[in-house]
């Protein structure tokens, strides 16, 4: 069955809140534990994190999405540099032009999550139910006979069964939570070479999990941070150019004073 989801740009008032939802494919992955039992195939608000949504396709799979970055506007952005999912009108938009809707850091969904949303005819903006589930986090009570884990990356929260309070644990090095093995139980540790593409593809879009990347230190400065492709953050470099030479986030790489600009667009010379 092919996933069912909607791509597309929704203008708003402002020429600046213009945003989309990302393409299935870049940012995808198995959400085994959202259930689309009885809902109708569409997008879905995520209970669990406002910068993500989850499609519910034909076969009634479920499939985590995430919005898009925008470091390019950091003051309308998430603290993770991400727009915010709108049920209402089925798009990620400027976290500056709309509400968490979709749950995560403690807010509630104003939008009923057992209604899917379609760009045609957005829907009102109902009350959360009283039972709707909030996502789990260390501390939680927990039942130990549940017997199920959820994890993220490379961490995952078990059940203490003396305090039956959630305890989150580490993998371990090279191991990173993969939610396909034994997703009966919710998913084990496992090596990245075992992950399905999917939740690679998911875990390397995500700065705090696997994504790489190339940072200035200060502007105009010698020094810079690089995270290498399929590591954590607490794997981070800090790094030097060469005598003479400053780093480029832009162009990535050591660069001439004179070729390297400051955010008001002279040079570092």
Not at 82 to 96: E, G, K, M, P
Not at 136 to 142: A, H, I, L, N, T
Not at 231 to 243: I, P
Request: aromatic share 6%; charged share 25%; net charge negative.
């Amino acid at each position: 069955m092919k996933v069912l989801f909607i791509v597309a740009v929704i203008a708003v008032a402002s020429a600046n809140a213009k945003a989309a939802i990302k393409a299935a494919g870049d940012t995808s992955r198995p959400a085994p534990w959202y259930s689309c039992s009885g809902k109708q195939p569409g997008n879905y608000i995520n209970p669990r994190d406002c910068t993500r949504f989850i499609t519910c396709d034909a076969g009634l799979q479920a499939i985590e999405f995430d919005c898009g970055e925008c470091s390019n506007r950091p003051e309308a952005c998430t603290p993770q540099n991400r727009l915010i999912y709108n049920a209402t009108v089925d798009a990620c938009l400027w976290a500056d032009e709309t509400e968490c809707v979709g749950g995560g850091d403690g807010e509630e969904s104003t939008i009923d999550p057992g209604q899917p949303t379609t760009t045609d005819a957005p829907q009102p903006s109902p009350t959360t139910p009283e039972d709707a589930t909030q996502p789990p986090k260390e501390g939680d009570p927990c039942d130990p006979d549940n017997c199920r884990n959820t994890g993220e990356c490379q961490v995952y929260l078990r059940c203490d069964k003396e305090t039956q309070k959630l305890v989150a644990e580490q993998c371990g090095d090279g191991m990173f939570w993969n939610p396909d093995n034994g997703a009966v139980h919710g998913g084990n540790c496992d090596l990245l070479e075992n992950l399905s593409e999917d939740v690679r593809r998911g875990y390397r879009s995500d700065p705090e999990c696997l994504a790489c990347f190339w940072r200035q230190v200060d502007d105009c400065s010698a020094e810079y941070l690089y995270q290498a492709p399929n590591q954590s953050n607490r794997n981070v470099s800090r790094l030097s150019c060469s005598n003479g030479l400053i780093f480029s986030e832009a162009k990535e790489t050591c660069q001439r004073c004179e070729d390297v600009s400051r955010p008001d667009g002279t040079t570092c010379c």
